[in-house]
Nanobody, 116 residues
Framework: QVQLVESGGGLVQPGGSLRLSCTAS????????MGWYRQAPGKQRELVAS???????NYVDSVKGRFTISRDGAKNTVYLQMNSLKVEDTAAYYC??????????WGQGTQVTVSS
């Protein structure tokens, strides 16, 4: 049973924008902390942005000021707005639902390629 469904990846030029979406089941959306990870070829998966337990947001330094995570409770959907994209943002992006011990559910991944 698919719990997290992602969409919105693609090819974009440097400086461009993309918005990723992740729709979860209502139970997962309400009980887990939602976030976005990414994995570039040959690199470890890293946390890009996430909601904390108090509803605040957290970002990896490399995307601060460029990426914004948001959520729509009515749609059980979390978004990642990515602006001023750089070549180094190229990666497979994964939506995740995290419990107290880390990610419990993963999306299937969506590829983001930043290239001229």
């Amino acid at each position: 049973q698919v719990q997290l469904v992602e969409s919105g990846g693609g090819l974009v030029q440097p400086g461009g924008s993309l918005r990723l979406s992740c729709t979860a089941s209502r139970i997962i959306f309400n009980m887990y902390r939602m976030g976005w990870y990414r994995q570039a070829p040959g690199k470890q998966r890293e946390l890009v942005a996430s909601f904390m337990g108090d509803g605040s947001t957290n970002y990896v330094d490399s995307v601060k000021g460029r990426f914004t995570i948001s959520r729509d409770g009515a749609k059980n959907t979390v978004y990642l707005q990515m602006n001023s994209l750089k070549v180094e943002d190229t990666a497979a992006y994964y939506c995740a639902a995290a419990g107290p011990y880390g990610p419990a559910y993963w999306g299937q991944g969506t590829q983001v390629t930043v290239s001229s």
